[in-house]
């Protein structure tokens, strides 16, 4: 049975009431995230749209955070409206200004809520969306009953989990004994992978499909190296005493802005990451 919970690589529960400077660079990282792997969205989302039986027009995105999710579900549906629900007052307030730039006000709402305790009643959803959220839940499977319910009969639920905390670094930096970047997550033990398989059957679901999409992006450009810094500082963070004095200098070597081999000023970057998508519907 699939309950596990990970803090390594984003809000953990019981973080997540005290907004502090983590917060907003949780934010900023998710945020980058979504702008780097846009096409992966797209493409995501579109095969939601082919999935549906007509297109989704009631959409709640579980555990929104900034919203990468949800706008990239407005976009995909322009009819659809978006609720997006979250338990950080500042992850949405976030997303209420991002809605309003982006001219999505009307589209795409913030509630708060603790899923926790339970998923206000919605109204009948035609998509339910939860990206890298539900295993941060203590008890997925309630979120899992709540989702069914909130589904009108015929309805899509889409729960993606990332099989492991995206990379960005060649084996050979150039500095330091090759392999830095896979020795950091060993230590850390970053891997944020779930299956819901058997949660989902057993919250009433039939199972489409369980799609991984495999995602390679060389030469990303300055969003994916400001990434990449994000990421590698958090991880940076939990780091003293965990891997070599040698790996914790070529990290800071790397994380150090003004140095000639800074992350922004490398060419020889890229994006790594491998996400699942389940489909599934309410019978
Ligand atoms: C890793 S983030 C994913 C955010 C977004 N879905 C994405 O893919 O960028 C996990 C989100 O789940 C939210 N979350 C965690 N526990 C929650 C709970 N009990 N109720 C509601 N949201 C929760 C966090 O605040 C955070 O925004």
Redesign the pocket.
């Known amino acids: 049975m699939a309950t596990s919970h990970h803090a390594h690589?984003?809000?953990n529960?019981s973080g997540?009431q005290v907004p502090g400077p983590d917060d907003h660079a949780m934010a900023e990282m998710?945020e980058l995230?979504?702008e780097v792997l846009q096409d992966y969205l797209a493409e995501l989302t579109g095969w939601l749209g082919e999935l549906s039986d007509g297109e989704p027009r009631r959409i709640i995105?579980l555990?929104?955070?900034p919203g990468?999710?949800a706008f990239a579900l407005a976009r995909q549906f322009p009819q659809a409206e978006v609720t997006a629900?979250?338990?950080?007052p500042l992850?949405l307030h976030r997303l209420s200004t991002r809605a309003a730039a982006l001219g999505l006000s009307a589209r795409v709402t913030g509630l708060e809520?603790?899923?926790?305790a339970g998923l206000p009643p919605l109204g009948d959803a035609d998509l339910v969306w939860a990206?890298?959220?539900l295993h941060?839940?203590s008890d997925p499977d309630r979120v899992l009953a709540d989702a069914f319910a909130a589904l009108r009969p015929g309805g899509l639920l889409a729960v993606t989990e990332m099989h492991f905390f995206p990379r960005f670094l060649p084996a050979d930096i150039g500095v330091g004994p090759p392999g830095l970047e896979e020795r950091v997550h060993t230590a850390l033990d970053t891997s944020p992978f779930v299956d819901w398989t058997e949660n989902l059957v057993r919250a009433g679901f039939t199972i489409e499909a369980a799609r991984p999409f495999e995602v390679q992006l060389a030469n990303p450009g300055t969003a994916a190296a400001r990434y990449a810094e994000i990421c590698l500082r958090r991880l940076r963070s939990h780091l003293d005493g965990q891997v070599s004095a040698e790996d914790l200098a070529s990290l800071d070597t790397l994380l150090d802005v003004d140095g000639p081999r800074t992350l922004a000023r490398r060419s020889d970057l890229d994006v790594r990451t491998t996400r699942t998508t389940w489909a599934a519907r309410r019978p």
């Open positions: 690589t984003g809000h529960h997540h998710l995230d979504a995105d555990g929104a955070g990468t999710g629900v979250d338990v950080s992850l809520a603790d899923l926790d990206a890298s959220s941060h839940m």
